[in-house]
């Protein structure tokens, strides 16, 4: 089935934030931000700004009648800036005008008197100083300090890998309704709609039944609206709150780019143990990730570093540390794998420096160590259903890897300007919130009279189709065609006290939800139509709109049944709630069962470098993946297409930039480079894995948003082997992105 929004998307009818007619009364909101990184605020000149004609009210955090607080995990964050400001582009005050014109003539007209204090942008300075948000978290399993040892090869180094810029389609952005008797609609474009409307009434001070929240869709959010879409939400709410009118914010492009996180900058340390087999006895990492100024999701993000730090391999003796240091940044925050790619590009990293000094190629290293069944992660899961060994073997089959190689090493031979390279990347990744309670949803499933079905869930739809998943769910278990469903805006009213639409597990958290509800309300049914035909109830399915009996198609439609139903009052709708069972995680010990499932994949990534200009091409990325059983391949292919890309723009060419003063230098397409479709790899193939899939999956479909974005790590490697095949001298660095600047000097190094 199409992703049910491709017609409306491909005509432009798909509707977002921006695009809704405003109530003719509706104003327009625009934030006054920091133009410094770090400081004290002396004063604030709003007079001539108020004065200008249109402006309707200027607020700041004297107006906030609840708490100043938009903190989720650590309550360290106002939503205007008091007395100091930790940011460049932090907000101060929020500028509420007749049109953004007048808007941003009023904002050219605030002037600030800061005293500046000393700028940190970087998390080893941060280190240094001891600026952290919270305490470091390590993982630990066996005893690294004896295995280094018995060990034969020990290796050390540092790895830097940089953030990343969102860049939804769709910027930030809400419409905020008054309504009846102080309620307030909030029109967001969030992956959280309950942690917009739980922290709206928070700052306001009102109850959250007075908050609604209703979500249409997103234009992308890549984790980067799980907790930073609420700002701005939040904002527009204090100013109707007060106006009681409607008030609309969406940032442009430039505003989005300078004000909100990205993905952690981590700078990381890493010592690698072997043995003369080339097994890996023990690993040690610490990692410093630059969190920015304020917690946001960082320590969670910090946690999953440690989860995935030892990636799709079995190290018996582990010890790994992470440290969330306070910068000024803009808070970093979730982005698609949040912070698994980090963790993980710091175990390539290790593996790549170890088998460069042993003088092997990587992928022998890799090969050595993957994961079996019944291993155990760092973290006390033990491995089960593992399929790392298998995507592996059949990537190397499937796509035939020795002749690659050979390929490869004879151009290299031939070529003296063009280089190959090639590189396998395996990834592991856990499925499930890490943090347990947040392991839960639910659906609202209404079947109307003439037999046409609404489904209500806590799932946001925001490119990665997870309505089209919902709606196959709704249709399997019922037996009705898919035009007779409709899936609902996501709405706190309907499905309250969600979890964000994250972490890869919306579709199996609701999609459980949904397959509990329709079960039940098919249980109901199933009574009906018994009864309408005389008989018995284990002889009825429900299949293509009609009701089977013994396998057989009566003559009794779904709509003749809720026609039924109606007559003898059954009820016709249903709440279903879920939560995953199995999982567990104690803090205290750092041990537990804290994922549904792993997903497993292996990608092989052949690139050839211009060694006269440094610049690179991929040529090809081959992927084995283990979807489980996929419901819906060419959805499930898109997200391995587009995961990938982003995560090779991650490692290649998306380079962010601050200046020393905490200044976001990167703050334009002109000056952040994106992947487009002339630096996508000329081919990419993915096999599904054949398996039987998973129970805790939706339908054995399993979760993948966010796993094969790791496949872009593989790209950093394939480079760096076509450099190294062009420059023997080059010493392997791992300072991501691997742009072509980059490339260029390694070529040519040392440099006398
Ligand atoms: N795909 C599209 N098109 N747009 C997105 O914003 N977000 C990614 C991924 N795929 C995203 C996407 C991220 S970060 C996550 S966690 C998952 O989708 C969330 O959706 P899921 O849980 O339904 O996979
Ligand atoms: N993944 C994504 N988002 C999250 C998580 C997670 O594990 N925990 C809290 N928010
Ligand atoms: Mo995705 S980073 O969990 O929104």
């Known amino acids: 089935m199409k992703n049910i929004d491709s017609f409306t998307h491909v005509r432009g009818e798909s509707l977002f934030v921006d695009d809704l007619i405003l109530r003719q009364d509706a104003l327009i909101g625009l934030c006054f931000d920091s133009p410094k990184a770090h400081g004290k605020i002396k004063s604030v000149d709003y007079s001539k700004a108020e004065t200008l004609e249109g402006v309707v009210r200027i607020f700041t955090y004297k107006d906030i009648l609840g708490e100043n607080q938009i903190g989720g995990i650590i309550p360290d964050e106002p939503l205007w800036a008091e007395n100091e400001v930790h940011f460049w582009g932090q907000p101060i005050a929020f500028i509420v005008a007749e049109t953004e014109a007048i808007a941003k003539k009023a904002k050219a007209l605030i002037s600030i008197e800061l005293e500046e204090l000393p700028v940190i942008t970087t998390a080893k300075e941060a280190k240094e100083k001891g600026s952290f948000i919270n305490a470091p978290r390590s993982f630990e399993l066996g005893d690294t300090t004896n295995a280094f040892l018995a060990c034969d090869y020990v290796f050390e180094g540092e790895t830097f890998s940089n953030g990343q810029e969102h860049l939804y389609l769709e910027t930030q952005g809400c419409y905020a309704i008054p309504q009846e008797n102080g309620t307030i609609k909030l029109i967001s474009s969030t992956q959280g709609p309950t942690i917009v409307q739980k922290t709206a009434a928070k700052v306001l001070g009102i109850p959250m039944h007075k908050i609604e929240v209703d979500v249409i869709r997103l234009g992308g959010g890549f984790g980067g609206k799980e907790d930073q879409a609420t700002p701005w939400a939040v904002m527009t709410a204090v100013a109707v709150q007060h106006l009681n009118r409607p008030v609309k914010y969406i940032l442009n492009r430039h505003d989005d780019m300078r004000m909100t996180g990205k993905r952690h900058p981590y700078t990381s340390f890493y010592k690698i143990g072997l043995t003369k087999d080339l097994k890996i006895k023990a690993f040690e990492a610490e990692f410093l990730q630059n969190s920015g100024a304020a917690a946001d999701l960082s320590p969670a993000i910090a946690e999953r570093t440690l989860f995935h730090a030892t990636n799709s391999y079995f190290i018996p003796n582990v010890s790994t540390t992470v440290f969330s240091c306070k910068t000024n940044l803009p808070p970093n925050t979730a982005f698609r794998g949040f912070g698994g790619p980090q963790g993980m590009f710091v175990i390539e990293s290790a593996i790549a420096d170890a088998a460069d000094k042993i003088g092997l190629n990587k992928r022998h290293i890799q090969e050595a160590n993957l994961l079996a069944e019944n291993d155990e992660f760092s973290y006390g899961q033990i491995a089960t259903q593992v399929e790392a060994e298998k995507t592996w073997f059949s990537a190397k089959e499937k796509f035939d890897l020795a002749r690659l190689e050979q390929e490869a090493t004879a151009f290299n031979k031939e070529n003296k300007r063009h280089k190959k390279g090639i590189s396998l990347m395996p990834v592991t990744f856990g499925i499930s919130f890490t943090n347990t309670q947040m392991n839960h949803a639910r659906a609202l499933i209404h079947i109307y009279q ?20 919902m709606l196959q769910v709704a249709q399997s278990v019922l037996g009705i065609s898919p035009a007779k469903i409709k899936l609902e805006t996501t709405n706190t009213t309907r499905v309250a006290n969600t979890s964000p639409s994250a972490a890869s597990s919306t579709a199996d958290l609701n999609g459980k939800a949904v397959e509990m509800a329709c079960n039940s309300l098919l249980e109901r049914l199933i009574k ?17 709109d009609f009701v089977f009996v013994d396998g057989e198609k009566s003559s009794l439609a779904w709509e003749d049944v809720i026609n039924q139903a109606m007559i003898h009052r059954v009820a016709l709708s249903e709440n279903a709630h879920y939560a995953t069972p199995k999982i567990h995680f104690d803090k205290t010990k750092e041990k537990g069962h804290p994922f549904a499932y792993h997903v497993y994949g292996t990608a092989i990534t052949a690139v050839t470098v211009d060694c006269l200009r440094g610049t690179y091409e991929i040529d090809a990325v081959k992927i084995v993946h283990d979807f489980g059983k996929s419901m819906n391949l060419g959805i499930d292919l898109g997200q391995v297409e587009g995961a990938l890309a982003q995560g090779i723009g991650w490692m290649t060419m998306e380079e962010i930039a601050y200046g020393e003063d905490g200044r976001l230098l990167s703050n334009a397409l002109s000056t952040y480079k994106v992947p487009d479709i002339f630096s996508a790899p000329k081919t990419v193939e993915t096999i599904p894995l054949e398996t039987e899939g998973n129970d805790m999956a939706i339908q054995k479909s399993k979760a993948v948003g966010e796993p094969p974005l790791m496949y872009g790590i593989g790209a950093y490697f394939a480079i760096q082997q076509a450099v190294k095949a062009f420059n023997p001298n080059y010493k392997l660095k791992f300072h991501s992105p691997f742009t072509p600047e980059k490339v260029l000097m390694g070529l040519y190094e040392p440099l006398s």
């Open 450 to 469: 003439d037999g046409s079905v609404g489904v209500s869930t806590g799932a946001v739809e925001m490119g990665q189709s997870v309505n089209t998943k």
């Open 528 to 544: 009906v139509a018994a009864k309408t035909l005389s008989v018995e109830e284990k002889t009825i399915s429900f299949q293509e």
